[in-house]
C-alpha cells in the first residue's frame, strides 16, 4: 500500500518536476506569502596571526633562555612554564605543536605538493636553533606537553641508569615509526597518539583520555615519561643540543665535587665524575669497542632484515590495506557482515581488482621502509652500545647535554656562589 | 630583580604550611578522584543510551512501521522513550563539559597543594646513598646489557610478527590469481593472439548477465531513471532487423546482438555511441546446417543465447546448432555446426568464454554436452559428457578455490575447472525444466526454478577441495526464466508472475518481497548498491540492495522485454522486442 | 668550557646551521603562505555517521547545513520524515533526527519550512541521506569553522570511507551546494 502510494506521489512530481528542472527531484517553490528563507551561517575560523604565534614562542624560548643560562632562578622557569601550558596548551588548544611540527617537515621533503605553513617552520626551527646556542630550553618550559609533566612532577624517583638507557630507545622508536608512518602514506601518528592534547582542547576520545591520565599519574613519581621515553621530537632536540654553547651548568663558577646534587635531578641528567679505578684495562676496553664495531654492519643488516620480514603486520597500519583485506576476505565468504567501509568501497567506481593492486604496492613500499626503519634502530642500538663502551674521562659533576632539559632545578642544590670561594672545605664532605 | 642571597632556594620545612597544604591535597585529590569517576560513569551512560542508534527505540519504531495504521500506544511510547534518550543525553553531554573543568581545577589545585607541601618538607641536597665507583662501572655495564637483550627483544618481536601474521591481499600471491591481465598464446605464428584477462572481462559486458554471467555489473553507475515517451536520459535508441531473445553483448565501443528466424541468421554490430548499426551478417550455411531449422517454441525464438564478445572475437550459437566466430570487423574467422540440438523448446543456453576459450553449454534431451572450443580456430579442447538437458547459462566465477565453470541442468549443479574440464563438484539439487542460471555472491552459490526448490550451496573455505553442501532451501516464489541474483548478504529472486523476493544467505528466510504487475523474464542486475529488473512490459524498477525494500525509480520504455539489460561505463543498454535502446543521464554522471 | 681553536670551529659551524635555518624559514615564507581548513565534500559523502563519532570533539564540528535555495519544501521530506512515516506532522514517532534538531513550520500551502538547531545537530547524517534519497540534496553536512580547532591531520578525514575531505582554503572554507551546482562547489 504504501509503496504504491510514494511511487504515485514520486512520479507525479517527477513527471511535473521534468517540465521544470530536470536536476533536482522536487521542484523549487515559488513563495507568494512573501516568504524569504534564513540566510546559511557559515562562520569563518578564528586565526591568530602567525606573528603572534612565532613571536610568543620566541619571546618564551629567550625568557627561558635567560632564565637558566644567567638569572639561574628555578622559580622564573616554573612561571615560564605555567605561562606556557596556559598558552601554548589551554588557550591554543596544543596545536601547533614542535612535536608534531617534524612530521609537516618530513612530509615537505617526501611530497613535493605538501605546504609547510610558516608557523609550522619556525615552531620547528626554533627551538632547535636555541637548543644550538643554550641547550633543551624548549623543553624546560615551553613545551606544554613537557610542561603539564613539569606540573605532576611532585615526587620524583630516581629511575636506574640501565632502566633510563633503554627506555631511552622508545624515542627512536617512535621518531623512526614516525617517519615510516609519512613515507607510507599512512597519516600523522604524533598527533594520532599525542597522549595530552585531549587536556588541552578539552575533547579526547576514550582511550586517549585514559593513555594521558596514567602517563601524568605514572608522571608523579617517573617524571616527564613522555619527554625522557616517547618524545621524537627530543631525539632531534638531543643531538642539537650535544654542540651547545651556553649549555645549563649544574654550578655557577667551578665544581666542588661536593656530591650534593647527585639526586637533584628528576631525569637522571647529571654526568658524574668517572671514578679512577677501572674493571677493564685499556688493551681489553679497546679490543672490546674494536669488536663491537666490527659487529656493528653485522647488527645492523640483521635488525634491517628482521624490520623488513615483519612488513606485513606493519603494512596494517594503512587504512587501503586494511580494506583490501577486509575486501577481500568478504569476497570469499569469509564473513557475513560488511563494514562501513567496505560498503562504501562497493559503492564507488574502484574495482576490487585495483584496491588489491594499490594495497600491493603499498605493502611493498612499506617492505622497503620497514627495512630502513630496522636498519635505523640498529644503527641506535650500536651507537648506545658504542657510547656505553667508549669512557669520557669527566672530573666534574656536570649536565647530560644530550639529557638534561635544563628545568634548573639542580641549581638550588650546589653549595658554590657565583664569582666566590668554595664556601666549604670540598675535601671535608667526601 | 631580587639579589642572588634571597632568590636561592631555602631547603627549610614549614610544618604548619605542610599540614594546610597536605589537608588541601587530599580534599582536592578526593574531589577529583570523585569527578573522574562520576566522568567515567556518564562516558558510559551516554554510550548506552545514545539516541543515534538506540536498539529499544529502533525496535518500537519498526514495529510502528509494520503496523498498518499509527497505534496511539505505540506511538506515545516511541514519544516518550524518544524525549527520555534525547534529555539524557543532551545532559550527558553537560555533565561531561561541567565534569571536565572541575576536574580539570580540582587537580590544578590539588597539584598546587601536593607542590608546596612537597616544597614544605624539603628533601635536604646529599649524595646518593652507595660511593660512585662501584656503582658506576655495574650500572654502565648493566645499561649495555639491557640494551642489547633490547636489541635481542626486538630481533625475536619482529620475527614472530613475520611469522604470524600475513596480509592476504589477492596478488600478492596468497589467493589463487585471477589470471594474469593478458596471455598471449603462441599456438603458431599467425595465430598468436593475446586473450583478455580476467580483469579485462569485468570491465566490459561480454556475455548474458555481465562478465563471468552472474549478475554483477563491475561500473557501479547508472542512470536510475528514463522514460522512452518523453525521451528523458535515452541516449539513442536503434531499430534491431530481426528479432532474438538474446541479450546485448558490449566490448569496447562495440554492441553485439543476433536475430532470426527459421530461415535467416544474423548478428549485428552497433556503435555504443552512436547507436549506429555496423554492420550485419546473415549466416551462409555451414557444414552441417541442417536444411530445415528446428521446431522451436515462440518464446525462445531462434536467436535465444546470447552472444560472447571477448577480446578481438565475438561469437553467437543458433537453435539450428551454428556456431560463428567474427571479429569486431565482421570477418568470419570460423564457424561450423555443432549438430542440431535435440531440444523441444530450442536451444537457449548462453555463451561464456575464458582465456582462449569457449564454452558451450550444449544440453539435450540426448547426447548432452559441455564443449571448450578454441577461440581461435574453433577446434575442440575439451568436453564433457552430460546427461540432463537444460535451458540455464553457465558462470565463471572466481570463487576461494579457484576459477569455476559452473551449469545448471534438470537434476544437478555441476561446477568444472575452465581450463581443463575436470569435474570439482557437484550437488544434486534441482528439478523441472531448468532455465534460471545459477547465483553467486561471497562463496556461495543459489539456484532455483519453477517446479524445484531453491537452494542456496555453500563451502567451508578451510577445505582444500571444495564439497558443497545445502545451506538452506526455499519454495515460495520460484522464478521460471529469470536468473537470480546475488548481491552481497541477499540472494534476489524475480519470477515470472511479477514477484520479487529478497533472500538473506544466512539464513534462507525472505527479508522483503514485492509483487508487481508484470512478471520478469530479464535476470535482475546488480550496479553498485541498487538493483535493476525489467518486466515483461518493459518498465524498469530499480531498488536498494538490504533487508529493507527501498524502491528508487521506476522508468518505463513503452516495449516488452525478455532480454537482460546491460551496464557499462554509466549506461544501460536494453533490448526489446523491436529495438534497442542505450540510456544514460543527460548531465553526464 | 676552555677557549681551544676548534670552540673557534664549533661557533662556525653554529652560525652557519643558523643561517641555514633562518634561509629554509624565509623560502617557506616567501612561497606564499595560505592558512588551510578541512572541509568536507557533499558530492563525496556516503552518510555513514562517522562524522559524529570520530571528531576529537565532543559534540562533533561537523554540523549539518540546509541549502534553502534548492529545498523543495515539501511537506513529505525524505530528511525529516522517517521513510514510512505514518503521518506528516511533528511528532516524535514521524522524525528522523534522532536529536530532533530539525525543525519543522509551515510557510504556506503546501510548503514547510525545514530548520536545523545547530546546538542540537550531532552531525549524524541521517537526514543527509533521507534527503538524498527522496528529496533534492538540499541537506548536507559541512564542518564548521566556529567550533573545528583545526587539527594538523583531521581525524575524521583519517576514517571517512569515501575519502570526502580536504584541506581548502581559509577564504573560501566552505564546500557549498548551489542551486547551479547542485553538488558540492566551493560557495
Not at chain 1, 85 to 97: A, D, E, P, W
Not at chain 1, 305 to 329: C, I, S
Not at chain 3, 79 to 86: E, H, N, R, S, V
Amino acid at each position: 500500500m504504501k509503496l504504491k502510494h510514494l511511487a504515485a506521489a514520486a512520479l507525479l512530481i517527477f513527471a511535473w518536476a521534468h517540465e521544470t528542472q530536470a536536476e533536482f527531484r522536487f521542484p523549487m517553490p515559488e513563495f507568494e506569502s512573501g516568504y524569504k528563507h534564513p540566510e546559511m551561517n557559515t562562520p569563518l575560523p578564528a586565526r591568530i596571526p602567525a606573528a603572534v604565534d612565532i613571536t610568543v614562542l620566541f619571546v618564551a624560548l629567550g625568557a627561558t633562555a635567560w632564565s637558566v643560562v644567567k638569572l639561574r632562578s628555578r622559580s622564573m622557569v616554573f612561571l615560564i612554564a605555567v605561562f606556557s601550558l596556559v598558552y601554548f596548551g589551554f588557550y591554543r588548544k596544543g596545536c601547533v605543536c614542535p612535536v608534531g611540527s617534524l612530521q609537516n617537515i618530513v612530509n615537505a621533503l617526501i611530497d613535493r605538493n605538501f605546504a609547510v605553513p610558516l608557523v609550522v617552520m619556525m615552531f620547528f626551527l626554533l627551538p632547535l636553533v636555541f637548543a644550538l646556542y643554550f641547550g633543551r630550553v624548549f623543553c624546560a618550559a615551553v613545551c606544554p606537553l613537557g610542561a603539564i609533566q613539569e606540573m605532576c612532577a611532585v615526587c620524583p624517583v630516581q629511575v636506574p641508569r640501565p632502566v633510563e638507557t633503554t627506555l631511552g630507545l622508545l624515542t627512536y622508536a617512535y621518531l623512526g615509526l614516525t617517519v615510516l608512518s609519512l613515507v607510507t602514506g599512512t597519516g600523522f601518528l604524533i598527533c594520532r597518539y599525542d597522549p595530552f592534547i585531549g587536556f588541552f582542547r578539552q575533547g579526547a576520545s576514550f582511550n586517549m583520555s585514559l593513555v594521558g591520565g596514567g602517563l601524568l599519574l605514572i608522571g608523579v613519581f617517573v617524571a616527564r615519561p613522555y619527554c625522557r621515553f616517547l618524545c621524537p621530537f627530543g631525539v632531534l632536540l638531543r643531538w642539537v643540543s650535544l654542540f651547545s654553547r651556553w649549555h645549563a651548568s649544574i654550578t655557577p663558577a667551578e665544581c666542588i665535587q661536593c656530591r650534593l646534587c647527585e639526586l637533584s635531578c628528576p631525569y637522571g641528567a647529571i654526568v658524574v665524575p668517572t671514578p679512577s679505578d677501572r674493571p677493564v684495562d685499556r688493551r681489553t676496553g679497546a679490543k672490546r669497542l674494536g669488536l663491537l664495531l666490527l659487529l656493528a654492519p653485522v647488527i645492523i643488516g640483521i635488525t634491517a632484515w628482521t624490520g623488513m620480514t615483519a612488513h606485513e603486520m606493519v603494512a596494517r597500519l594503512h587504512p587501503t590495506v586494511r580494506l583490501a583485506e577486509r575486501v577481500a576476505a568478504e569476497e570469499r565468504g569469509l564473513f557475513a557482515e560488511s563494514t562501513i567501509d567496505s560498503d562504501a568501497f562497493r559503492a564507488g567506481k574502484q574495482a576490487p581488482a585495483e584496491l588489491y593492486a594499490e594495497a600491493n604496492a603499498i605493502e611493498h613500499r612499506f617492505k622497503h621502509a620497514c627495512a630502513w626503519f630496522g636498519g635505523f634502530m640498529g644503527l641506535v642500538l650500536c651507537g648506545k652500545l658504542i657510547r656505553l663502551s667508549v669512557i669520557r674521562k669527566s672530573s666534574d659533576y656536570e649536565a647530560d647535554r644530550g639529557a638534561c632539559l635544563s628545568c634548573a632545578r639542580c641549581f638550588a642544590y650546589c653549595p658554590v656562589e657565583a664569582g666566590e670561594a668554595p664556601v666549604e672545605d670540598p675535601h671535608a664532605r667526601s | 630583580m631580587p639579589g642572588r642571597e634571597q632568590r636561592k632556594r631555602r631547603f627549610t620545612p614549614n610544618e604548619m604550611f605542610w599540614m594546610a597544604a597536605v589537608g588541601v591535597a587530599v580534599v582536592s585529590g578526593l574531589f577529583s578522584l570523585v569527578v573522574s569517576i562520576l566522568l567515567i560513569a556518564n562516558y558510559v551512560q551516554v554510550q548506552a543510551i545514545t539516541p543515534l542508534d538506540n536498539p529499544e527505540l529502533l525496535k518500537l519504531r519498526q514495529q510502528l512501521a509494520a503496523a498498518p495504521e499509527a497505534d496511539k500506544n505505540l506511538v506515545d511510547q516511541i514519544r516518550a522513550l524518544d524525549l527520555l534518550t534525547r534529555k539524557a543525553f543532551f545532559t550527558s553531554q553537560a555533565h561531561l563539559k561541567m565534569g571536565g573543568y572541575l576536574l580539570l581545577g580540582g587537580v590544578a589545585v590539588l597539584l598546587a597543594a601536593w607542590r608546596t607541601a612537597a616544597r614544605c618538607r624539603p628533601r635536604l641536597p646529599q649524595p646518593g646513598v652507595a660511593p660512585p665507583s662501584k656503582s658506576y662501572w655495574t650500572s654502565r655495564a648493566r645499561a649495555g646489557r639491557l640494551v642489547a637483550s633490547a636489541g635481542a627483544l626486538w630481533v625475536v618481536v619482529a620475527l614472530l610478527a613475520a611469522f604470524f601474521t600475513r596480509l592476504d591481499v589477492p596478488g600478492a600471491g596468497t589467493l589463487p590469481p585471477a589470471g594474469p591481465a593478458q596471455v598471449t598464446l603462441a599456438q603458431n605464428a599467425e595465430n598468436a593472439t593475446t586473450y583478455p584477462g580476467w580483469e579485462v572481462m569485468q570491465r566490459n559486458w561480454p556475455s548474458f548477465r555481465g562478465p563471468g554471467g552472474y549478475g554483477l555489473a563491475y561500473y557501479t553507475t547508472a542512470p536510475t531513471e528514463w522514460d522512452a515517451g518523453t525521451g528523458k536520459n535515452i541516449k539513442w535508441k536503434t531499430e534491431v532487423p530481426l528479432q532474438g531473445a538474446n541479450s546485448p553483448v558490449v566490448w569496447d565501443q562495440r554492441l553485439f546482438l543476433s536475430g532470426a528466424t527459421d530461415s535467416v541468421r544474423e548478428v549485428y554490430c552497433f556503435d555504443t555511441e552512436s547507436g549506429q548499426l555496423l554492420w550485419r551478417r546473415a549466416l551462409d550455411k555451414l557444414a552441417g546446417t541442417p536444411d530445415k531449422a528446428p521446431k522451436v517454441s515462440d518464446e525462445t525464438g531462434y536467436a535465444a543465447p546470447s552472444m560472447i564478445a571477448h577480446g578481438d572475437r565475438v561469437c553467437a550459437i543458433f537453435a539450428n546448432g551454428d556456431l560463428v566466430c567474427y571479429d569486431f570487423d565482421g570477418n568470419l574467422k570460423w564457424g561450423k555446426n555443432l549438430g542440431v540440438p535435440d531440444n523441444h523448446y530450442g536451444h537457449s543456453s548462453s555463451l561464456m568464454a575464458y582465456q582462449n576459450l569457449l564454452f558451450i553449454q550444449y544440453d539435450q534431451n540426448s547426447n548432452g554436452k559441455l564443449l571448450a572450443l578454441d577461440l581461435a580456430e574453433g577446434h575442440e579442447v575439451w568436453s564433457v559428457i552430460r546427461q540432463k538437458i537444460s535451458w540455464a547459462s553457465p558462470i565463471c566465477v572466481n570463487t576461494p578455490f579457484g576459477l569455476e565453470l559452473v551449469v545448471n541442468s534438470e537434476k544437478n549443479v555441476d561446477a568444472y575447472d575452465p581450463l581443463t574440464g575436470q569435474p570439482v563438484w557437484e550437488l544434486a539439487c534441482l528439478d523441472g525444466e531448468v532455465a534460471p542460471s545459477p547465483a553467486y555472491s561471497r562463496g556461495m552459490f543459489f539456484v532455483a526454478n519453477d517446479n524445484a526448490t531453491a537452494t542456496a550451496i555453500r563451502f567451508n573455505p578451510s577445505e582444500p577441495a571444495p564439497k558443497p553442501e545445502m545451506a538452506w532451501q526455499w519454495d515460495e516464489a520460484l522464478p521460471d526464466v529469470a536468473s537470480p541474483l546475488g548481491a552481497g548478504q541477499y540472494f534476489y529472486v524475480a519470477t515470472s508472475r511479477g514477484q520479487i523476493v529478497c533472500l538473506d544467505s544466512s539464513t534462507g528466510q525472505a527479508a522483503w518481497g514485492q509483487d508487481y504487475d508484470n512478471g520478469f523474464y530479464a535476470s535482475p542486475i546488480l550496479v553498485g548498491d541498487r538493483i535493476y529488473a525489467v518486466d515483461r512490459r518493459g518498465t524498469t524498477y530499480v531498488f536498494k540492495t538490504g533487508p529493507t525494500y527501498e524502491l528508487i525509480a521506476t522508468s518505463r520504455l513503452g516495449e516488452d522485454v525478455f532480454a537482460t539489460p546491460a551496464f557499462l561505463d554509466g549506461r544501460a543498454y536494453i533490448r526489446t522486442e523491436k529495438n534497442l535502446f542505450c540510456i544514460v543521464n543527460s548531465n553526464g554522471t | 668550557m676552555s677557549d681551544k681553536p676548534t670552540i673557534g670551529r664549533r661557533d662556525f659551524m653554529r652560525v652557519a646551521a643558523t643561517v641555514a635555518a633562518g634561509g629554509a624559514a624565509w623560502t617557506v615564507a616567501r612561497r606564499g603562505d595560505e592558512a588551510t581548513v578541512w572541509q568536507l565534500d557533499p558530492a563525496k559523502c556516503v552518510q555513514c555517521g562517522r562524522c559524529a563519532t570520530n571528531c576529537v570533539l565532543n559534540p562533533s564540528a561537523v554540523k549539518c547545513v540546509h541549502s534553502y535555495p534548492i529545498c523543495g519544501y515539501c511537506d513529505l521530506c525524505g530528511g525529516y520524515l522517517q521513510p514510512g512515516a505514518k503521518a506528516r506532522n511533528t511528532g516524535a514517532e514521524n522524525e528522523l533526527c534522532p536529536v530532533g534538531a530539525i525543525t519543522r513550520t509551515f510557510v504556506e500551502e503546501p510548503f514547510y519550512q525545514y530548520t536545523i538547531d545547530e546546538k542540537l545537530c550531532v552531525g549524524c547524517g541521517k537526514c543527509v541521506k533521507g534527503c538524498n534519497v527522496f528529496g533534492n540534496g538540499s541537506l548536507y553536512l559541512q564542518v564548521k569553522h566556529d567550533l573545528c580547532v583545526g587539527c594538523n591531520e583531521c581525524a575524521i578525514a583519517r576514517n571517512c570511507p569515501a575519502q570526502a575531505y580536504q584541506r581548502i582554503s581559509v577564504r573560501t572554507a566552505y564546500l557549498l551546494k548551489t542551486r547551479d551546482s547542485g553538488s558540492g562547489k566551493q560557495g
